[in-house]
């Protein structure tokens, strides 16, 4: 009990000494976040079975530990079984509970009490005499560490003797015992890297969620696992969603007297979701000695505001131990990517001060995505055919002078490379970077646009069905500095496809109505032929999997999608795939391969079924939204969003890697064709057979209606619905279908 009344003394200490660095919005985390919580093994556990399930044990750091998130300091945990120094060990599911030692194996019990019963012919009369129970104890081996039970069993059969008759006895089994010996075995794996910090990959390194970021990289707290998908989906519950959670570190050289301080920078919303008041970004520190967590520092949710210091001292002895560690967690909604908050620049060192709080670092802040004009990807086949000059003409730039001193500007620069050889370069006026100034005054970010028009330009005499180029912008100010920061590396793809994003969505967005649509409008460097289009719907708070919709492409009219060139038919509607994994795509093809051609101005999208939002993904560090249509009066008028951000919908061009890709087209479905469809007085019916005898006329049942001569259906006398078309002769042809109005 004084143990208990220490540990909760030792936390309000904690609580109370760092109340006085909280800034005017700080307060410490709600009610509702417990001041304890059991502590994560110093093991990090990577495994769905403990059966050859690997445990592993990290090392330990020493001061300083820093991340600013420009690198990934994420440890990372695959198992190898011909590690150095790897060990094992067995463990059994049944123990004898007197030796401690494994049943053997092939052995069954049961925890029914059975028994022997003999029977006297002369008197007939039985008695029976239960077995005597064997005291085992069982091994939970779906968990780790297994959990131990002491139980009591049987021997799973009951035997049956008669007195009078000579050797007449009977023994009948239980049918599949419940206790039988089953072992597994696990596997210990020690990593050593003092390179990495982390122990878990739930919170989300990123470069685009922050709002004006000090540099490149935050880590995002939110309701998504290591693997983007909801904790709880279609769930309203709140509850601690990530964690992040630092190595062991060793403090035992050091005291309260060596002023450690513990700093971090923190946002809520930023690019994502505002967090509400009842969720929370909270930090714990782990003492070692205790095994348990204090909270020592917690912020409830609210909308975006630059991002903040937190600043806090380590006074408390119990920290000081060579297992010392720190962890960020999140209360927030759990069903998707809800609930955003953002930090950067943790800092743990000695010999710090309260006023010590400066980040003293000069970076960029935002990575480039592309060097193209418009489009972060086009096709590698429409890009070499274009005789047009597609480079940017306004890259922008965002750095951050985090001295508090003025500091002379340098030139940058953008290197591209491809294949591992240089390409071309451009230069970035330290004048321009500036923003025209002299120098770059302190704590200041500074916004300025390259025109890369009149210099380099993607090489289009490279061979191949696709290319990849390696594009690298740098910039620097004189101080010494983080040059981790300094840099930022994409690669600018040419594929099959147009796209707007960055390929990271920050947001999920999509019209509601019933029969509502969505069109994304394209300007391509050429009309060419489309296969279907990529998307990336987000798993975010209500699983829309099971909805319905249809790929639909337009013809532009002034601007506005018009007449529609494609629609998949009514019995073959889409639904929205999610993948496992951030920002993947699914591919979408028009259905049985056909090729729908388009002109350079195209728009391609859906008609949804149900009136909910589907999630589409929206990259927010990009603004198309110009290019975004919706109707929700079934194409009557057509609205853009009230919101900026490019739709994460990639149109797919056929091209070179159709091969590739084993991409062919149906010809055959392509030349059946019913027109006019719907139809109310006749339709006719278009072969590419010549020798067509007629067609055979199905209801929706499957089950014949009529047949006809020739290609004129007349439909006056049918009753309003959808019917089946099928070739009388070509079995192999397509069905197609007719509503009749």
């Known amino acids: 009990m004084m143990n208990k009344l220490f540990n909760l003394l030792l936390a ?19 009610d509702f976040n417990p001041i304890f919580g059991k502590p994560q093994s110093p093991s990090t556990v990577k495994s769905i079975s403990i059966d050859s399930m690997f445990v592993f044990a990290c090392d330990t750091l020493s001061l300083p530990v820093y991340d600013d998130f420009s690198t990934n300091k994420f440890q990372v945990f695959q198992g190898n079984y011909n590690a150095p120094g790897i060990t094992s060990q067995t463990y059994f599911r049944l123990l004898d509970a007197l030796s401690n030692q494994p049943i053997v194996n092939g052995i069954t019990y049961t925890n029914q009490v059975t028994f022997r019963r003999t029977y006297d012919v002369l008197s007939e009369t039985y008695t029976d005499v239960n077995f005597p129970s064997i005291a085992l104890i069982q091994n939970n081996l779906s968990v780790y560490p297994p959990i131990a039970t002491p ?20 023994t009948l089994w239980i049918a599949n015992p419940a206790f039988f010996q089953d072992s597994a075995t696990v596997f210990f794996q020690t990593v050593l890297d003092t390179s990495k910090i982390w122990t878990d990959r739930m919170a989300l390194r990123n470069d685009r969620y922050g709002v004006n970021p000090r540099s490149l990289g935050v880590v995002t707290f939110d309701g998504l696992d290591e693997d983007g998908y909801p904790y709880q989906f279609g769930s309203a519950v709140t509850n601690y969603g990530d964690r992040l959670t630092s190595k062991p570190i060793n403090l035992t050289n050091y005291s309260a007297t060596d002023s450690l301080y513990f700093s971090f920078l923190y946002q809520p919303e930023g690019l994502g979701d505002i967090p509400e008041a009842g969720d929370s970004l909270v930090l714990e520190f782990y003492a070692s000695g205790q095994d348990q967590w204090f909270h020592v520092w917690g912020i409830s949710g609210s909308g975006v505001h630059p991002f903040r210091a937190a600043h806090l001292p380590l006074t408390e002895t119990a920290f000081f131990t060579d297992g010392f560690r720190f962890r960020f967690r999140n209360y927030g909604g759990l069903s998707g990517s809800l609930d955003h908050f953002h930090v950067d620049y943790v800092h743990l060192r000695a010999l710090s001060s309260f006023d010590d709080t400066l980040f003293k670092d000069f970076a960029l802040c935002y990575p480039v995505s592309s060097l193209l004009e418009n489009y972060t990807s086009v096709p590698w086949d429409h890009y070499k055919n274009t005789s047009s000059n597609v480079m940017e003409n ?14 002379n500007y340098q030139n940058g620069q953008i290197e591209i490379r491809q294949g591992g050889s240089p390409q071309g370069s451009f230069n970035l006026p330290g004048f321009l970077l500036a923003e025209g100034n002299i120098n770059y005054d302190p704590s200041t970010y500074y916004t300025s646009y390259h025109d890369l028009s009149t210099g380099y330009q993607y090489s289009k005499l490279l061979p191949g069905n696709h290319q990849t180029f390696e594009v690298k912008t740098t910039v620097s100010a004189q101080f010494p ?14 594929y099959n496809y147009y796209s707007y994003d960055d390929g990271s969505a920050e947001a999920a967005f999509g019209p509601t109505g019933v029969q509502s ?19 990336h719907f987000v798993p975010s708070v209500v699983d829309v999997s099971n909805k319905l919709f249809y790929l639909t492409v337009w013809e532009d009219n002034n601007g506005v999608p018009g007449n529609i060139l494609y629609q998949d038919e009514a019995f073959t509607p889409r639904q929205p795939t999610y993948n496992q994994g951030l920002n993947n795509f699914n591919s979408y093809y028009f259905n049985d391969g056909i090729k729908v051609p388009v002109s350079n101005s195209f728009f391609i999208g859906w008609k949804q079924v149900d009136a ?3 999630n589409l993904g929206l990259d927010r560090n990009i603004d198309r939204s110009n290019e975004i249509f919706y109707s929700v009066d ?6 853009n969003p009230p919101f900026s951000g490019s739709p994460m919908l990639r149109p797919i061009f056929s091209t070179a890697l159709d091969a590739v890709l084993n991409l062919t087209e149906n010809t055959e479905e392509k030349k059946y064709r019913v027109f006019p469809n719907p139809s109310n007085i006749q339709a006719v019916i278009e072969s590419p057979y010549p020798d067509e005898e007629g067609y055979l006329i199905f209801g929706l049942t499957g089950q014949k209606n009529f047949e006809i001569q020739g290609n004129i259906l007349h439909v006056e006398g049918l009753a309003p619905g959808y019917y089946l078309i099928k070739s009388k002769i070509h079995q192999h042809s397509p069905i197609k279908f007719l509503r009749v109005e």
Not at 18 to 23: D, G, K, S, V
Not at 160 to 166: E, K, N
Not at 634 to 639: A, D, E, I, M, R
């Open 612 to 614: 909910v939002r589907y």
């Open 517 to 535: 649509m969505l069109a994304v409008h394209f300007n391509a460097y050429e009309s060419d032929s489309l296969l279907g289009v990529y998307l």
């Open 12 to 30: 309000l200490l904690v609580v109370q000494v760092n109340a006085q660095y909280l800034q005017n919005d700080e307060k410490l985390a709600p």
């Open 394 to 407: 306004g890259v922008e730039i965002k750095v951050y002078n985090g001295s508090n001193a003025a500091e």
């Open 634 to 639: 079934f194409g009557g008028s057509w609205q």
């Open 151 to 170: 139980v009591s069993v049987y021997p799973p059969y009951f035997i049956y003797d008669t007195v009078g008759i000579p050797d007449v006895s009977d």
């Open 481 to 494: 500095n983080l040059i981790s920061n300094d840099s930022t590396t994409f690669i600018q793809g040419f």
